[in-house]
């Protein structure tokens, strides 16, 4: 779906989520500012200006999605977390809010299924503190060479570091496809994983945090555990 043509929505909590608009409600907004939230195929709205946004409202969107991560999808409904578009000419904008709404359309044979989503700010983080205006960035992108090195009882992390990043988000899964969870947060380019079990392959990913915008998270790596 990384096409390269389409605003993508991403989400910090489930990264195997990713989204590919295909037609967009934009949201209201207050207090000024210009906004964008629309594809490349809704020229109606498109505009050049800065997507400086203070307080959106609710956004409905048909979106493309992988079937692969549809559990993930339903089960991340209003699930309060970093929510990132980036659109197809690298512009990106984050806030906090969630998935309100998640209605599959109907199937059809040798088309990459759509759903009708929405999405509500939430203006306030996860633990509860209301959050200033919504982000702004540009081409924020996943940290490159992510390797795992498997020890006893633990797994090694690593990944070449993004300039200005503040923070890499790690999640693990047992499925290549789905299932992640975050299980750290950190300024460093590399994380020991001590909480694996012996002979369960793990599938790992990172995403990075800069000026308030989570990127895509990166393909998966994946090692089995050894436990003496």
Same mark, same amino acid.
């Given at each position: 779906m990384k096409d390269g043509h389409a605003t993508l929505i991403s989400f910090g909590d489930f990264p195997s989520v990713l989204f590919e608009e295909k037609t967009v409600t934009p949201p209201s907004i207050e207090g000024g500012g210009a906004i964008d939230t629309t594809t490349m195929r809704n020229t109606t709205y498109r505009q050049n200006d800065p997507k400086s946004l203070k307080t959106l409202g609710n956004m409905t969107s048909t979106v493309a999605y992988d079937p692969k $991560?549809?559990?993930? $999808?339903?089960?991340? *409904?209003?699930?309060?977390?970093l929510v990132t578009v980036t659109f197809p000419d690298g512009q990106q904008v984050a806030f906090w809010g969630w998935l309100d709404s998640f209605?599959?359309?109907e199937n059809t044979e040798g088309e990459q299924p759509t759903a009708e989503i929405t999405v509500i700010p939430s203006n306030h983080d996860t633990n509860d503190d209301e959050v200033g205006p919504a982000h702004t960035a540009t081409s924020i992108t996943a940290p490159a060479n992510l390797a795992t090195v498997g020890g006893d009882g633990t797994v090694d992390v690593s990944y070449d570091g993004v300039v200005g990043a503040t923070s890499y988000y790690i999640y693990r899964s047992e499925s290549e496809f789905t299932g992640y969870?975050? *299980?750290a947060v950190t300024n460093s380019t590399?994380?020991?994983d001590?909480?694996?079990t012996h002979g369960t392959t793990y599938y790992y990913k990172v995403a990075t945090l800069k000026d308030g915008v989570l990127s895509i998270a990166s393909d998966a790596d994946s090692i089995t555990a050894t436990v003496s």
């Open positions: $991560a549809l559990t993930d $999808a339903e089960s991340m *409904i209003q699930v309060n977390q209605t599959p359309g969870s975050r *299980i590399s994380f020991v001590n909480t694996v």
